[in-house]
C-alpha cells in the first residue's frame, strides 16, 4: 500500500515523530491522531466496532484538506 502524505503544512512535525498527520492512499486516508481520553471514550461507547480505533485530531486540520 501507498501513502501519500496530506497533512496541512501548519500541523507537520520538523522535530518530532509523534505528530498528527493525513495519509491518502488510492482508496482511503489514514489519520493518525491522539487516543481519547477515557472520559472521551465513555462518551462514544457503543459505536465503535471490534475493529476500530477512535482518534482526536484538531479541527484546523481536517479543514486544512479543502
Excluded: W
Excluded at 491518502?24 to 477515557?38: D, F, H, P, R
Amino acid at each position: 500500500m501507498k501513502f501519500k502524505d496530506i497533512t496541512p503544512a501548519q500541523f507537520m512535525c520538523h522535530s518530532s515523530t509523534c505528530c498528527p498527520a493525513v495519509l491518502e492512499t488510492e482508496n482511503s486516508y489514514v489519520i493518525i491522531g491522539k487516543k481519547l481520553s477515557a472520559e472521551a471514550e465513555a462518551a462514544v461507547a457503543g459505536r465503535v466496532g471490534a475493529d476500530e480505533y477512535v482518534i482526536e485530531v484538531q479541527k484546523g486540520m481536517i479543514d486544512g484538506l479543502r
